[in-house]
Structures are given as structure tokens and as C-alpha cells.
């Protein structure tokens, strides 16, 4: 078997895994990254579905470390759409030369931590890998959740998950039936609605939906947005979602009802189901009452919108407004054509998938052509646990995470040493590139301490390793966990507490402090040498990281 060793094995060349490559070559250390997909982008790479949109307004939506590429690399829109990504990604590696780096069409199968030598070694289709370091990219949502239906393999029309689309499609005509209305349904329905047959939408719980305003950006806009960027970042790293926009500190009842509906449709005219979530008001996340207000005006939109009062009654959602919030360019609307029907399965749930088509509980039958799941994500901790990562104990990760994830601050887990996730489980919920980037510098922070005690060792190849203690894990778990329950998001079954997977721990996958609360702890554990972390050498018991330097 091939046998191949690097300071560093990088999983993923995604955001996450690019920016890491950059820093470790910087740091000049050896580094291979290795990515099942056949080029880099990750998310982007994989979700190529019709309609597939960021939702971040585009300046804050890239790296903020090469700032004459901030200034000149070129955009036209204010939300990047797919192949705007995955291009943008592409060029960041081409431009600072990483692809050299990077072996593609690989996956890993396994890891372990040999405590002889200090090193993992990563299984792969292509043979291992060992390195000191590893560092997973492997992305926060990047597992697919196929619905847990029977029958899905004795479908004979064509059957696609979202995440893993196909380069040719061609709906036009067809049947199509799509399960699933998050984020990406909503997406995808929009998009393919007016070139498709018919469309059946099959629906547990109906969303609410806010305009996303795609539009040009001018050359004003662009030359403004430049001048200004310095401010922008660092007004976005400190904020609750690194949106870059101005959070709300006004309660939704400090103002009057009429005022009220004015922030409101301010707010559906400007566009973003983010900012309308936060920039409103300030208890919309965590206050029932306020909450409601959003609702009552969100439905009253649909009712504005949608024609038929049964699609309408169908669309108009009954529980807060308490998931991923949604944006769109224009959802609601594409009921209003007579090719676009609701499958309410909530009432009546899909009993089975048949060859041609599905079954309801009830016995009704659709016949479809194309069956697409939209149903997100095994999220969080879901590409981890496919990985069977063995730590120093023999405990594996999944065995460590019985009772559901636990790590320090999203980025180390204990027991598992110098392995560092970037936007692991209990990350904030906020703008990847700006977590992105908190986490890799964080983590090439840890990794120059530790290159820094080998180094000024007797020995010059000294074995030394970084990992989290217990009580640092525990700790950050207790605050996810507080910070949690003042939320309203705990109140819907979503992928945030792992609700939308079958058989899945229930457990709280997200830090919802924000990204300047998460930036600043990590920040202040490199400044105080990494207090919540152990530093062992030549396999003794450890010591604090704090203590060792
Ligand atoms: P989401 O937000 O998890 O949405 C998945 C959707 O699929 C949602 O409407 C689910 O219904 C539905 N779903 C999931 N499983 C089933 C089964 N078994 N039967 C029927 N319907 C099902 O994933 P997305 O891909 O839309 O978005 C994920 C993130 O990607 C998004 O937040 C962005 O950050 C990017 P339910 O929730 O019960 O109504």
C-alpha cells in the first residue's frame, strides 16, 4: 500500500480547506489536500442544483485576507449564485497557486492516531496518508439526508438529491415532484417552476419566505463598497452573522403597530430573510410575542400573493418563525401557475416511493418523471461520522459523541489530538467566510505552537500534540447549551438540533451567541495559550497548553 507523509492532511478543499492550504504552506510546512470531489469548491462544488443561490450580500460572501482580490476580482450581483462561487473559489486557488497541493477524486475511509510516532494516519482510496496534523474542511453541510421512505431504489424515472446534481437535466415537460421546502427547495421550485410539465411540491411544514432582491451592483456600489471595506469586515467580525449589516437593539414592542409594519415592510422591500430576522428587531429570535408580529406580517404577504385559497392556506405556515431563515426570487408566486400544485404531507405523508411515482398514507398515487430530494442535510456532525476517526484511546469519534457532538469551540475534540475541524459541531450559526477565517486562523495559531515546542525541544522531530481537555469541551457545551434555551429556534424541528434526520440524538449542533461572541473566545484562548487545551509529549499524561510555554 502507498505510504505517504506530510506535516499536515488538509480534508476538504472547500472555503474552509483553501484558506488553510494558504496559511500551513505560509507557516512552511508540507501539507496534501485531499477532496473526494474531482476539483475544489466544496458546497459549491456539489450543489449545482437550478436556482442554487448565497444568500450573503456578495462583499461579505469571499475571503477577507487578500484585499487587492477584495477590490478587483470582479462580481456583477449583490448575491452570488452558484457558478459565481464555484468560479470565485477556483481563482482563489489558481491565483496563490494551491491546486498543486491538492489531489482530487479521493475519499478517506478512516483515521488514526498512532501514540508511537505522534501522527495520523489517513486511510484513503488511494492509499494512506500520515501526517502530524490533520485539519478537516469537510464541511457543515455536505452529508445528504435522503428521506427515509421506502422504495426509493425501485424508482425508474430519474431521482436526484440536491447536493449531488447532475452536469445535463432536462425537466421540460416532465412530472416533476420535489420533496422538500427548505432553503434549497425553495431555491430549486422557484427556478424550475415555469420550464418544467407540472410540478408537485410535497411539503411537511410550509416556510416563511422573504424577497432576496438579487440585483446588478453598479459601478458606484462596487467603488463605495471598496473604499469602505476595511470598515465592513471589521464591523461584520464582530456582529451576531458577520452579515455585514447593522443588528437591531429595538425590541418589536419599544414601537407602535404602525411603525412596526413600516420596519417590516422596509425590511421585505430591502430584501434578505437574515437581516429581516435580525435587523428589524432584536427579540424576533428569542421573544414568542415578538416573534408573532413577523409571522402575522409574513402571512399576510402570502395571502397578498398566492391566488388559490387552498394552495395560500397550504403555503401559510402555523409555527413561529423560528427555522433557517429563507430568502427568495419569488417562491410564493410560482403557485399562481396552474402547472405548480402543494402536496401536503404532513397530514397525509409519502408511504412509499414506486417505480413510478409515490404513495400517500391515503392510497392516492402521483406518477412523476423526476423525483428530487431537497431534503437537506445530516448536518454538523453527519460527514464526521461517516470518517471513523480513532483517537488516543482507541475511542473512536462516534463513540465520543454518543450522546451527540461535543467539541471545544467547534474546532477540537478531546481525546483526538492535533485534529482540528474547521466549522465542526457547536460553530456558530453566521457568514461561512468570516467563520471560515476565524477558525483557520485559530487553528494555524495552534498548530505554530506546537511546531514551536517540537522545535525548541532536545530533539529537533519532538513528538508533541494539541488537544482539547474534557472539561474545555464541557464547558462549551453548557454555554451552546444556554444560549440555546433563551432561543426560539429550539421550538422547530429543524437541522439545528438534529430534528430532521430519522434516529438521529437530539442535541444542540450550533452556538447561537453569534460570530464576534465565538471570534472573541477563540482569540482570547490563543492569546492566553490555549488554556483549554493540553500540550503532551512523547505520549506523558499532558499538561495545560498554558502552562508548557
Ligand atoms: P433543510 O433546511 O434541512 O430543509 C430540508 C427540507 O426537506 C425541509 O423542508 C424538510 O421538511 C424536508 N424533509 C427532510 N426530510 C424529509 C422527509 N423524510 N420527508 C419529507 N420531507 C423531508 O435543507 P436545505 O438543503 O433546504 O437547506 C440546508 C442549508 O443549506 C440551508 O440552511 C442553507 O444554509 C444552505 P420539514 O423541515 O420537516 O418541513
Redesign the pocket.
Known amino acids: 500500500m502507498v505510504q505517504r507523509y506530510y506535516d499536515a492532511v488538509i480534508i476538504g478543499a472547500g472555503m474552509g480547506g483553501i484558506y488553510q492550504a494558504y496559511r500551513l504552506v505560509k507557516l512552511g510546512l508540507t501539507i496534501k489536500v485531499i477532496d473526494r470531489a474531482e476539483g475544489p469548491g466544496g458546497?459549491w462544488y456539489w450543489?449545482r442544483y437550478p436556482g442554487a443561490m448565497s444568500?450573503t450580500h456578495s462583499p461579505l460572501y469571499r475571503y477577507s485576507w487578500d484585499k487587492e482580490d477584495l477590490q478587483t476580482y470582479k462580481w456583477t450581483h449583490n448575491y452570488l449564485d452558484s457558478k459565481d462561487c464555484l468560479a470565485y473559489l477556483n481563482h482563489v486557488v489558481d491565483r496563490h497557486d494551491l491546486r498543486k497541493y491538492m489531489q482530487f477524486g479521493t475519499e478517506v475511509v478512516s483515521m488514526k492516531w498512532n501514540e508511537e510516532d505522534y501522527t495520523w494516519a489517513v486511510h484513503t482510496s488511494d492509499g494512506v496518508f500520515n501526517s502530524r496534523y490533520v485539519v478537516t474542511g469537510i464541511g457543515l453541510?455536505s452529508e445528504p439526508?435522503?428521506?427515509?421512505?421506502p422504495g426509493r431504489n425501485n424508482f425508474k424515472g430519474e431521482l436526484y438529491h440536491?447536493?449531488r446534481w447532475p452536469e445535463t437535466y432536462d425537466f421540460s415537460n416532465k412530472r416533476v415532484g420535489v420533496?422538500?421546502?427548505?432553503?434549497?427547495?425553495?431555491?430549486l421550485i422557484t427556478t424550475v417552476a415555469p420550464n418544467v410539465g407540472s410540478l408537485l411540491c410535497?411539503?411537511?411544514?410550509?416556510?416563511y419566505s422573504i424577497p432576496a432582491r438579487r440585483a446588478p451592483v453598479s459601478r458606484e456600489e462596487r467603488d463605495e463598497i471598496n473604499r469602505t471595506y476595511d470598515d465592513i469586515w471589521a464591523q461584520a467580525r464582530t456582529s451576531f452573522t458577520g452579515g455585514g449589516f447593522q443588528e437591531s437593539t429595538v425590541k418589536a414592542f419599544d414601537v407602535s403597530a404602525e411603525e412596526r409594519q413600516q420596519i417590516y415592510q422596509k425590511a421585505w422591500d430591502a430584501g434578505s430573510g437574515i437581516r429581516f430576522l435580525v435587523q428589524t428587531f432584536e427579540d424576533l429570535v428569542t421573544d414568542e410575542a415578538a416573534n408573532e408580529t413577523a409571522c402575522d406580517f409574513i402571512k399576510g404577504k402570502i395571502a397578498e400573493i398566492v391566488k388559490d385559497p387552498e394552495k395560500r392556506r397550504k403555503l401559510t405556515p402555523t409555527e413561529l418563525y423560528a427555522?433557517?431563515p429563507?430568502c427568495d426570487t419569488g417562491y410564493y408566486e410560482q403557485f399562481n401557475r396552474e402547472n405548480v400544485e402543494i402536496v401536503d404531507?404532513?397530514a397525509n405523508?409519502?408511504a412509499e416511493i414506486t417505480s413510478t411515482g409515490v404513495r400517500l398514507a391515503n392510497g392516492t398515487r402521483h406518477d412523476l418523471d423526476v423525483l428530487i430530494?431537497?431534503?437537506?442535510?445530516n448536518?454538523f456532525d453527519g460527514a464526521y461520522r461517516k470518517l471513523h476517526i480513532q483517537g488516543r484511546t482507541g475511542t473512536t469519534l462516534n463513540e465520543h459523541w454518543l450522546a451527540g457532538p461535543t467539541t471545544n469551540m467547534g474546532v477540537a475534540a478531546a481525546g483526538f489530538p492535533n485534529l482540528f475541524m474547521i466549522l465542526g459541531p457547536k460553530s456558530p450559526l453566521a457568514n461561512v467566510p468570516p467563520m471560515v477565517e476565524a477558525h483557520v486562523d485559530f487553528i494555524t495559531a495552534a498548530i505554530a505552537h506546537v511546531e514551536d515546542v517540537r522545535r525548541g525541544g532536545r530533539e529537533l522531530a519532538g513528538k508533541v500534540a494539541l488537544e482539547s481537555t474534557l472539561q474545555g469541551e464541557e464547558e462549551w457545551g453548557t454555554l451552546c447549551d444556554l444560549v440555546s434555551d433563551k432561543m426560539l429556534f429550539k421550538k422547530?424541528?429543524?437541522?439545528f438540533y438534529g430534528?430532521?434526520?430519522?434516529g438521529k440524538v437530539k442535541s444542540t449542533l450550533v452556538f447561537f451567541g453569534g460570530l464576534g461572541m465565538w471570534s472573541q473566545k477563540l482569540q482570547e484562548c490563543v492569546d492566553n495559550g490555549f488554556p483549554s487545551f493540553t500540550l503532551s509529549r512523547d505520549g506523558d499524561a499532558g499538561e495545560s497548553a498554558a502552562s508548557s510555554v
Open positions: 458546497t450543489n444568500d453541510l439526508n435522503w428521506p427515509a421512505i440536491t447536493a420533496i422538500g421546502n427548505g432553503s434549497t427547495g425553495v431555491q410535497f411539503q411537511r411544514h410550509p416556510q427555522r433557517r429563507l404531507i404532513m405523508p409519502i430530494c431537497a431534503t437537506g442535510y448536518a422547530a424541528a429543524s437541522y430534528g430532521n434526520v430519522e
